[in-house]
């Protein structure tokens, strides 16, 4: 059976998962949106990479063959054009698209784009099966670079290609990596070659570089909930568990080896009983003062920054919900939303100091995103500084109570995120989320944000600002309804 690149590094993950693509892809989980996402990011920050080896020319993938593709690259060689895009070629039953193939003085460099911020290990497995290739048919490989976002690039008011992007040669290593290719193409031939599935158990793999679209298959042995699901437990010792056979909560003999957390978890789900330290939570809620300014913010992400001042990947924050708790239970709410298409910082900035007065409590659940994201407005608008700081110093964070267990309800499965936290304690609240239009969770409001600029019907991207507003708003409420919780629990 041929091989592609995407194969070869799929099988140094798992064998099994190469396996099932080839034999029973039926069970494979298909991409999500967040996944499809990534991957047209992906195309975005690769067709852009081109233009730093301009005047090239890119193999089409629609209507053509595999074969069209190989005999398209090896015509633009043969013209002496120095720049393919996709550039497809095989050898020894390997099929590999190159990004970007540089030709000169009859040798090779090789240039693949990643829209991560780093160099990874699969990376180098993938660009040395390209060299493999390459180097198989007869090519002078000269070098082999990974290109990728460089996140310390602040744009300017032009953005500048050659300082987005780092271009790191990583020849050595892909040279190191040629001794086991031929080695690892002839166990995953075999591997492909029989009729029944790989007995491979799961294990830290599945994961690791990337979450393994076969996990659904191979865990549904695991329960729902698992000692896999116990918080802050390194991966090592659950699989040590599950080694030694053990599942369920229900089969821990030694609950003295874990955490005081941990064992709040455990005691938690064995007992299915609510456990609450009330000094702990008097503590909290007593550090509190009125008037409380619920705060919750909404940012997007951009791997090439259109805005000046923006690096890759930096969170742009364009909205924000603000639900005001008096003493006597009285709500206020204000909202901020910023037009699409245009730098929302200043804005926000300002509207900040104008809704948040300096000396009053200001809850936020996880704060540190919540601080970091006003600590970078105030360092790039001096005139908001002042009042933007004291807003982040006077944070306090609703997640410290569960973070830290004082309030424990076995259907928090172990996690402190406000997504486990809130059906929890306010059940009704549980399909609050779901009965939302267009948007029903951060990662749907991010992209809707971020695509905003490209919806040409105004009823309906009307229709998305006013979904944004009122999942945010949600989000808020949901903050006060959790701390009004709280304190009954120590009532």
């Keep these: ?139 002078d490989v000269k070098k082999v670079n990974i290109i990728h976002i460089n996140n310390e690039y602040v744009r300017d008011e032009e953005l500048d290609i050659n300082q987005l992007f780092s271009v790191v040669d990583v020849t050595y290593e892909v040279k190191e990596l040629q001794a086991n290719i031929k080695n690892n193409l002839e166990i995953f031939r075999k591997i492909l070659a029989k009729e029944d599935e790989p007995n491979i158990d799961i294990g830290t793999h599945c994961d690791n570089p990337y979450e393994c679209d076969a996990k659904n298959y191979c865990w549904s042995h695991i329960p729902n909930y698992s000692i896999f699901d116990i918080s802050r437990l390194k991966s090592q010792k659950k699989f040590e568990l599950y080694q030694n056979g053990i599942l369920e909560f229900s089969q821990i003999k030694d609950i ?16 299915n009983r609510i456990i609450i330290n009330k000094e702990g939570i008097k503590e909290f809620v007593n550090s509190l003062s009125y008037p409380i300014y619920h705060l919750d913010f909404e940012t997007f992400q951009q791997a090439i920054p259109e805005f000046k001042g ?70 790039l608008f001096e005139q908001y500084s002042h009042g933007l700081m004291a807003i982040h110093d006077n944070c306090k964070d609703l997640m410290i109570p569960f973070q830290n267990k004082d309030y424990y309800h076995p259907n928090m499965k172990g996690s402190y995120s406000i997504k486990y936290v809130l059906p929890s304690l306010v059940p009704e609240f549980e399909n609050a989320y779901k009965e939302l239009d267009l948007i029903h969770n951060g990662g749907e409001a991010m992209e809707a944000f971020a695509n905003l600029s490209k919806i040409d019907d105004e009823k309906l991207k009307q229709r998305y600002r006013d979904s944004l507003l009122e999942y945010c708003k949600l989000d808020t409420l949901a903050m006060v309804k959790i701390l009004e919780k709280l304190k009954e629990s120590v009532r």
Aim: proline share 4%; with cysteine; glycine share 4%.
């Design 256 to 271: 003295n080896s874990f955490s005081i957390s941990q064992q709040i978890q455990i005691e938690s789900e064995l007992e």
């Design 1 to 139: 059976m041929k091989l592609s690149k995407s194969l070869y590094t799929r099988a140094i993950q798992c064998q099994k998962s190469l396996w099932l693509k080839k034999h029973n892809k039926d069970v494979l989980t298909p991409p999500n949106a967040a996944a499809q996402a990534i991957f047209e990011n992906g195309n975005i920050v690769g067709d852009l990479a081109c233009k730093l080896f301009p005047n090239g020319v890119e193999i089409p993938y629609l209507n053509t063959t595999f074969q069209d593709k190989i005999n398209l690259t090896q015509e633009y060689i043969n013209q002496g054009i120095q720049n393919i895009y996709e550039a497809t070629f095989e050898f020894d039953g390997i099929l590999i698209m190159i990004d970007i193939l540089n030709i000169k003085d009859n040798s090779v460099i090789i240039n693949e784009v990643k829209s991560s911020t780093q160099v990874k290990d699969i990376y180098l497995h993938d660009a040395s099966i390209q060299y493999y290739v390459l180097n198989g048919l007869g090519y």
């Design 310 to 379: 923006v690096s890759p990947y930096s969170q742009i924050p364009f909205q924000y919900s603000l639900h005001i708790e008096h003493e006597d239970g009285r709500l206020e709410h204000k909202e901020f939303l910023a037009k699409d298409g245009v730098d929302p910082r200043e804005e926000i900035a300002k509207r900040l100091v104008e809704d948040i007065p300096s000396n009053v409590t200001v809850l936020a659940y996880n704060m540190g995103f919540e601080k970091g994201v006003i600590r970078k407005l105030a360092n």
